[in-house]
């Protein structure tokens, strides 16, 4: 069964520092997708990056950086120099090749960035 | 142009109603999802449709039942709202299952009183 972890309900920092997003998954599948998803205090959800399990380069996006181990199962997520509109509750999520469409979702970190 | 659109974006209702929301997306998508995202903000899916059939129907009580009327809809109907109705719903949508990225709606925040 497919199961995603975000350990860390919230965190809280200040301005320009860097903060990272950690996200542990579970599947038996060799096939497999990993998302982050970001809910910004507005409500809705926004898609940020999608990794598949045969690719495992690191990903760059600003100051946005994805960190993809399949050893350790993990797909953490970091911010760099964080900004006060950085502060969201961010999701991990997994798609399993054989569960078709269904995506599971970690239970989600809220971000809080102080000026 | 809003890419899944949901209506209403709020919906505050007596317990025992029945309420529908809707959902549409211009994308072109072939795949359709509602998921409920609880007071603790813990998103879980309840139903998928591809090309207008059901492949997807999580445990959800019988009371919430979607309908695709086309590709481009899937509207969620919920007969004798209870108070743990109470919660978010998101529409989503995708090009196909597998690798292919959902997008969300805005979500509707559903009051049951």
């Known amino acids: 069964a497919q199961k995603v972890t975000q350990a860390q309900t919230e965190i809280s920092v200040v301005e320009k520092e860097d903060v990272t997003l950690d996200c542990v998954y579970e599947?038996?599948?060799?096939?497999?997708?990993l998302f982050w998803y970001k809910q910004p205090p507005s409500g809705e959800l926004v898609f940020l990056i999608r990794?598949?399990?045969?690719?495992?380069q690191n990903e760059i996006s600003g100051r946005y950086s994805w960190n993809f181990q399949k050893s350790t199962s993990s797909f953490n997520f970091t911010i760099t120099a964080s900004q006060v509109v950085d502060s969201a509750v961010y999701f991990c999520a997994l798609r399993e090749e054989t569960s078709g469409s269904r995506l599971t979702f970690g239970e989600g970190t809220q971000l809080t960035v102080n000026p | 142009d809003t890419a899944v659109s949901q209506t209403p974006k709020y919906l505050v209702t007596q317990m025992g109603n029945d309420k529908s929301i809707k959902c549409e997306q211009n994308?072109?998508?072939?795949?359709m999802y509602w998921y409920k995202q609880d007071s603790k903000k813990f998103l879980k899916i309840m139903f998928s449709y591809n090309n207008k059939e059901l492949i997807i129907n999580e445990t959800v009580p019988n009371r919430f039942s979607p309908k695709s009327p086309d590709k481009a809809h899937l509207n969620l109907h919920i007969n004798s709202l209870e108070l743990g109705d109470s919660a978010v719903y998101f529409c989503a949508s995708s090009q196909g299952r597998g690798r292919h990225i959902q997008y969300f709606g805005a979500g509707t925040r559903l009051s049951v009183l």
């Open positions: 994308l072109g998508h072939d795949t």
């Open positions: 599947t038996r599948d060799t096939t497999y997708y």
């Open positions: 990794r598949n399990s045969f690719d495992e």
